[in-house]
């Protein structure tokens, strides 16, 4: 059901590409609800909205939580990041896709060799530049951001 999910996603997408969109930046806030050793963090999203091509961008998450017992390396903190593909559907609607591996610190040698893949949309206010993502992603499962969108010239 993912795959059938991700490739209804991408058709519809790739379906509307012909129509331009201004290229943005989207920084963003947000929280992992729940990781798998039961605990929540935080999370900093930073969106490149459609400047690879018309409607095809990219995004950057870095999550980050200390002052936990990470049984699953004996660490006192979590930390993950994730790069992953931002395609708008229309002027309001965009689909994020991403995969990322834990790490060890920032560009750090990677505990192991699990990929972690996350889906998500996102939603632009039509009257406000305020952005409201929801995913769903393998290691944390539901994550929320809320961001603003900053055009560029």
Same mark, same amino acid.
Request: charged content about 15%.
């Given at each position: 059901?993912?795959?059938?999910?991700?490739?209804?996603?991408?058709?519809?997408?790739?379906?509307?590409?012909?129509?331009?969109?201004?290229?943005?930046?989207?920084?963003?806030?947000?929280?992992?609800?729940?990781?798998?050793?039961?605990?929540?963090?935080?999370?900093?999203?930073?969106?490149?909205?459609?400047?690879? %091509? $018309?409607?095809?961008?990219? /995004?950057?998450?870095? @999550? #980050?939580?200390?002052?936990? *017992?990470?049984?699953?390396?004996?660490?006192?903190?979590?930390?993950?990041?994730?790069?992953?593909?931002?395609?708008?559907?229309?002027?309001?609607?965009?689909?994020?896709?991403?995969?990322?591996?834990?790490?060890?610190?920032?560009?750090?040698?990677?505990?192991?060799?699990?990929?972690? %893949? $996350?889906?998500?949309?996102? /939603?632009?206010?039509? @009257? #406000?530049?305020?952005?409201? *993502?929801?995913?769903?992603?393998?290691?944390?499962?539901?994550?929320?951001?809320?961001?603003?969108?900053?055009?560029?010239?």
């Amino acid at each position: 059901m993912k795959k059938s999910l991700l490739a209804i996603f991408m058709v519809l997408g790739l379906a509307h590409a012909a129509l331009a969109q201004a290229p943005s930046i989207v920084p963003s806030l947000g929280l992992v609800f729940k990781h798998q050793e039961n605990f929540a963090a935080p999370r900093l999203q930073v969106n490149a909205n459609n400047v690879i %091509k $018309e409607r095809v961008g990219f /995004y950057y998450t870095l @999550e #980050y939580r200390g002052g936990i *017992q990470f049984i699953e390396d004996n660490t006192t903190y979590y930390f993950r990041d994730l790069l992953g593909t931002h395609i708008a559907i229309n002027e309001n609607f965009g689909v994020n896709l991403g995969v990322g591996m834990f790490r060890k610190g920032l560009l750090g040698k990677r505990e192991d060799g699990r990929l972690r %893949k $996350e889906l998500g949309i996102s /939603y632009q206010l039509s @009257e #406000y530049p305020v952005v409201v *993502q929801i995913g769903y992603s393998t290691w944390v499962g539901p994550t929320f951001n809320v961001g603003y969108s900053i055009p560029l010239p």
